[in-house]
């Protein structure tokens, strides 16, 4: 059965996770965090001794992701090399200081690539395990979303609806730090300001690094969620889907 993909890109804390996930919910499509997949690669590195930052190491952290599995049975859930849940051991702020390495590095994204392309196929079940898609004027499709920064550019060119979110980088840190409060997360000394700027520093290396840089492809729907609840989000895109079926 066809598969209808949506690619969700976007700066970091512009809501693309939440949004992505509210909306596979809704609509009872799969769900891939490909940031989670960096970041998995950039914690197995991390508790192997291997600094990510360090350029020596890239040939072996390209060795080592090519010989990773990252799963997702479901919503919530990261599995690392199909036994170990990692979920949230990959929300650290260790983890996302030191991911930069990880993801400028080309060997490292060849090979996430061919396993993200390959769970927007269905080439792992468990994705779309209990899943059952969407009706619409009776037609019915299954789907999946997926969400990171390059999806809708290099990962999947041809998805059938490319989003891309952005939201003003002073809203997306009081989020982000509010998000932290209520996890439980929010480290000593953390404020919306610290977070600002470690966002901005993100973002620039993310959107500057010379392999897949986060860029709004051509073809994608630009969504300002600055002023935009999460339902208001889920539904505007919901609309998209539907309107595209
Ligand atoms: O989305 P999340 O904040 O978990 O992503 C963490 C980091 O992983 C990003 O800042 C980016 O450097 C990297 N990433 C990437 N390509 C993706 C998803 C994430 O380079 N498709």
């Known amino acids: ?15 693309k996770s939440t949004t992505a996930k509210l909306l596979a919910e809704k609509l009872g499509f799969g769900y891939i965090d490909s940031g989670a997949m960096y970041r998995a690669i950039t914690f197995k590195c991390l508790r192997m001794g291997i600094s990510p930052a360090d350029p020596k190491n890239a040939t072996e952290i390209g060795k080592l992701a090519a010989a990773t599995t990252i799963t997702f049975p479901n919503m919530t859930s990261v ?19 030191n991911i930069g390495g990880v993801a400028a590095n080309k060997k490292v994204r060849e090979a996430l690539a061919e396993m993200q392309r390959g769970l927007a196929r269905g ?3 468990e994705t779309f395990e209990g899943r059952k898609g969407v009706t ?8 999946m979303v997926m969400d990171g920064r390059d999806i809708g550019t290099v990962i999947l ?14 809203i997306r ?10 996890r439980n997360k929010l480290e000593s000394g953390e404020t919306v300001e610290k977070i600002k700027a470690e966002l901005e ?12 840089p986060l860029k709004q492809a051509s073809d994608a729907v630009e969504l300002d969620t600055s002023y935009l609840t999460i339902q208001q989000q889920v539904d505007a895109i919901e609309k998209l889907i539907l309107d595209r079926m």
Request: proline share 4%; glycine share 4%.
């Open 1 to 15: 059965t066809r598969i209808f993909r949506v690619a969700i890109d976007g700066p970091a804390a512009s809501g």
């Open 79 to 97: 599995i690392l090399d199909k036994k170990e849940d990692i979920s949230s051991e990959i929300r650290s702020s260790t983890i996302t200081s």
């Open 123 to 125: 080439d792992y079940p």
């Open 136 to 143: 619409h004027h009776g037609k019915s499709i299954m789907g």
């Open 157 to 170: 060119p041809d998805a059938e609806l490319k989003v891309f979110l952005i939201a003003d980088s002073q």
């Open 173 to 182: 840190a009081q989020r982000r730090y509010d998000e932290m409060v209520k």
């Open 201 to 212: 520093q993100r973002d620039h290396e993310d959107r500057t690094r010379e392999v897949s």
